[in-house]
């Protein structure tokens, strides 16, 4: 079946511009989650959705990062008033929800940069 | 804070030798434990699970140990091929609701023919 998709997978913005990125998870998978990742870092943890709601945000790093999962599908990440430290790949991840359920299956990110 | 450590930035090995990858984590007691596979370009691939309770996982030519005394895991291949070069990436897990995981910067393995 098919994975999880991200679009777009690149995405050059200039400084100071909105930007959204938008995240297909794999159906029927309720939790769906995001994070950042920079050159020769792991993935940092943003925000993570169980159905329609924002389960934990604490990884936001401020007021500028917004996600939303209206329908409780595709998520959306919008980045306002992007600066150059906001570029780096941006990962979406889905899973299962339940107790045997706790591997995440990831897209294949968006690379932002800001100019 | 918390804080995890993967082993020396990159190891290099050769063809049919057991490559050993180290995870280290201090200020965290997580629930369970999970190894991914990262090639350049792509996203995470979950490689195996372990628990706090559980010790020892095989899977083909994988295993992991888990120490949550040492505060330690192992990630082993055995058998190795070049095909197993990428990154391997070690990631926490809590418990309950809190789903997402903590992941160290990851170890670059290259497996020479």
């Known amino acids: 079946g098919a994975g999880v998709s991200q679009t777009p997978s690149n995405k050059v913005t200039e400084k100071g511009k909105y930007v959204e990125l938008r995240c297909d998870p794999i159906?029927?998978?309720?939790?769906l989650y995001w994070y950042r990742q920079s050159l020769g870092q792991g993935p940092e943890f943003l925000i993570y959705f169980q159905g329609t709601g924002a389960a934990d945000d604490s990884g936001l790093p401020n007021d500028r990062f917004f996600a939303v999962r209206p329908e409780g599908s595709v998520s959306t990440l919008k980045i306002q008033r992007t600066e150059r430290g906001d570029s780096a790949v941006y990962l979406c991840a889905s899973s299962l929800y339940g107790t045997a359920s706790y591997e995440q299956y990831f897209g294949p990110g968006t690379r932002l940069t800001v100019t | 804070s918390q804080k995890i450590e993967q082993n020396s930035e990159a190891l290099n090995i050769q063809e049919g030798k057991t490559a050993t990858l180290t995870c280290n984590y201090t200020?965290?007691?997580?629930?369970?434990l999970q190894w991914y596979r990262q090639d350049p370009g792509r996203g995470p691939v979950f490689l195996l699970l372990?628990?706090?309770?559980?010790k020892e996982k095989r899977k083909e030519r994988l295993k992991v140990t888990f120490d949550t005394t040492l505060k330690q895991s192992l990630f082993h291949i055995t058998a190795s091929q070049p095909a197993d070069s990428a990154t391997y990436l070690c990631?926490?897990?809590?418990?309950?609701?809190?789903?997402?995981?903590?992941f160290g910067s990851g170890t670059q393995l290259t497996v020479l023919p």
């Open positions: 372990i628990r706090e309770n559980e």
């Open positions: 159906s029927g998978h309720t939790a």
């Open positions: 990631a926490l897990g809590g418990s309950g609701s809190a789903r997402q995981l903590t």
């Open positions: 200020n965290y007691s997580p629930a369970y």
